[in-house]
């Protein structure tokens, strides 16, 4: 049996999507209070959530955990302005939408950056990341998105932060994805930074993004920031030093967030949700095979958070009915992010059982039929 806390407001569709996800009552109960900005309590959920986030990815002592006001894309801008000196020049890679966002990013902020881009539906290898490196001596730092949600691929964080290491760069991980459900062992790989969010695998209401940084690093990094709220250094420092926001705290989201974490260490931690996820991942792409869809990536490669599949070929298929009936049904399903290939996608992150993607995948088959969608295999 799933330990979840499954309720939910009545009659609002699960979000099979990946992030915002549905969120738990509880979670959504714990926001509920109005805080001033230095009171205790708050300051002390400042500090639990900041000690849950280093031991999540055993980075006690070595690194500091920040959060910021915004959107996991303020988290990785944060990072690129603060992490990257003006002298310094940022390898990106990229094999989807997201990391054309962090290329995208650098270029608006002026970073110093040149990237490469490898193959979508294939993960990249440390070969590829060390002939980029040694191609461009000037390179100080790496960035690499590790679930690129786009299409649900993998990315070997393991091997591409042993090239990293080797070559002595600097290495930031876009982890907004994968955060919570996987482990990124801070000692092992030796990050500077780590970006997650707290909507995505935490579970916790959208608006806070968090950076997991190497002190070490950080503190080489003061005056770099091209931005005064993105600024990483400061704002640390500020936490370090009252336990406070340098601004106006997101008090609610902030409660919110370190109930999502009592609920993500009272699942069984990273290990607990990975599990969850995986198994509802499983049903969903054994069952839509059953009904004939092909997914996007091999297993092999793909990853539990999000699933991309190829749309029917049938005239009578729409996207736009799809998303209808499976709405009308209780379930949001997201489109494709690819321009090359016609597909769409459903997550398995937020509160979301294996019994919710068996009910989910019900209904889907009703809406392909209620289509008149033929030629997919029982359908
Ligand atoms: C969702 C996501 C982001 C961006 O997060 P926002 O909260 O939409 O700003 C960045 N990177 C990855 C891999 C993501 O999945």
Redo the contacts with the bound molecule.
Sequence with gaps: MDQIDQARIEDEPLLLT??PVTLSARVKRAMLHDYASGEAVMQETIAWSRRYLLDLCNAQGTHTAIPLVG???SG?EAAIGTFVPPNGKLLIHTNGV?GD?LVEIARRIRTPYTSFRTAPYTPPTAEQFAAAIAADPGITHVMV?H???STGILNPIESIAAVCRRAGKGLLI?A??SFGAFMLDAKALSFDAVIC?A??GLQAP?GLAWIIAKKSALEEAKGNAHSLTLDLWDQNQHMDRTGMFRFTPATHLLLGFAEALREHAGEGGIAGRHDRYRRSWRRLVDGMRQMGFRTLLEDEVASPIVTTFHEPLDPAYSFKALYEGMKRRGFIIFPGRLAAANTFRIACIGVVTEDDIGRALDALEATMREMGVAGMGRI
């Design positions: 990946p992030g959107s996991g894309t990785t997201y966002r998105v679930c690129e949600t876009d907004v994805a969010s909507n995505k959208p």
